[in-house]
């Protein structure tokens, strides 16, 4: 008996996406991968590996944004539109039909005038490659589970490591489910169950990192219900609490066989997060900038390198990057100015700033002025005056990054928006970041190996796009009641878990949970 090798294809958009940053997200910011590229970008789909080798994996495009401001229709439409085409193709040369669809997004994209794109561009899959066709989706746990999407998909799983360390394996994992489903489900089951649960939580993942309690535990938990006989998998969503969408918040949701098996892990899950609710804290001392140089400036020379987290602009959640409020700060004291301290500053970005240090040259003192292009309502473009300590060319993110050196501070300026989150980041630079008395960075918790370097840690709430005091944002059209806006609930939530139909039948109306 000769074994046939399931069709699958490969197609998805991820961008997190903050609709309180000003910036926009345009077509090229996803670096789209075409065809056989979005098989190279995952090891785990080489033809050596075992995954690679049990099915045919075709892919359409997959593209991957810096996480930024709402992405412009016109994006929205050039990509989706040439997804389509591409899956058209693949659909036409293997006999008008396919078997699965690894679906790879994020789940925090927010496009100009339209609600739960991810869902909107799923549907338009669907109608190219059709109902019957099996689609497993993988999404950051910071991404939202509409129940329209829940719908489309028939697996759907997502990160349990916060920072995410397991970007990978959560990847892997749902293309071996989907591989699974396609060759080993039991005889006469075509989709499995699906057990929806929403939670009225919205937090930032600042306060929800799996590093510390009580995510830990909840998400301990998953792989126990994985393991449960009947169930293939299960994972929590926080949600994404940076964008003001009617679907945003925490969701958990089980798939399987059995269809008890999924409704009891799913209740579960459900009211260990709920349970926790109001326990969930800053994943390190908070305080405004100043406090936190002040703390800073006291542990010297004892826990360095300080890192001080500049919260509010976090390009990797969605920032613009280029609110200079924290650095105009930074310059501005006085203990600063001239001393023997050691301290750096990541980043802002500043084209015209770039130019002229790389004109003028390492070792040139120059007067520039860099910073809010985009974002300038907390604060203007600031203009520094310092020596240029080091210039690198090709950052397939900034371009270009210049270090100027202004009293003890030295400043990172680039030609794009760059995170910073290891320590190669900065060494490539001439800088020692083990070696500096303060290291101020525009992230949220601190990446792995930042978080092992730093002797002292605190986070700054700091205004910007990504602002961690979520009530001064001004979000309106959540779902309410929503914790932490809402303190009281007239009664608590429903901690039922909802079936969703599957993805070949009709999705029945709800009052409540659209």
Known sequence: MTFTKPVIAIAGLACETSTFTPSRTLAPFFHPQRGAECIEINPFLHPSTLLGRAASWHGALTGHALPGGIVTRDAFEELASEITTR???????????????????????????????????????????????????????????SRRLAHQTDLITCYRMAPHEDTMETKERACRNLVDVLTLRPKGKQRPFKAWLPLPILLPGEQTSTRLEP????????????????????????????????????????????????????????????????????????????????????????????????????????????????????IARKELKDSNLNVIYASVPGPEAVKKAVEAGVGATITVTAGAEIDNIHAGPITLTGRVHSIKHGDPHARIEVVLQVGSVYAILTDLRKPYHKEADFTDLDLQPREADIVVVKIGYLEPELYDMAKGWMLALTPGGVDQNLERLGHKLIKRPMWPFDKLFDMPPDLRARFIAASNEPLPASPVDD
């Open 87 to 145: 899956l058209s193709a693949i659909v036409a040369a293997n006999g008008d039909s396919i078997d699965g669809l690894w679906y790879d997004i994020h789940g925090a994209m927010v496009v100009e005038d339209m609600d739960d794109c991810e869902a909107v561009l799923l549907d338009r899959i669907r109608k190219v490659i059709g109902p019957d066709t099996i689609v497993s989706a993988s999404m950051d746990l910071h991404g939202n589970v």
């Open 215 to 330: 995510a830990k535990h909840i998400y301990a938990a998953v792989p126990g219900v994985e393991a449960t006989e009947g169930v293939l998998d299960s994972a929590i969503w926080v949600g994404y609490a940076w964008a003001d969408e009617r679907r945003n918040q925490a969701v958990v949701v089980v798939t399987g066989w059995n269809e008890e098996a999924c409704k009891t892990g799913a209740e579960h899950l459900g009211r260990l997060f709920w349970h926790a609710h109001a326990d969930f804290k800053f994943v390190a001392p908070t305080g405004t900038l100043g406090e936190c140089l002040d703390a800073a400036l006291e542990s010297i020379p004892t826990d360095r390198p300080y890192f001080i987290s500049d919260s509010g602009d976090n390009p990797t959640a969605g920032g613009s990057g280029d609110v200079t409020w924290g650095l105009t700060q930074l």
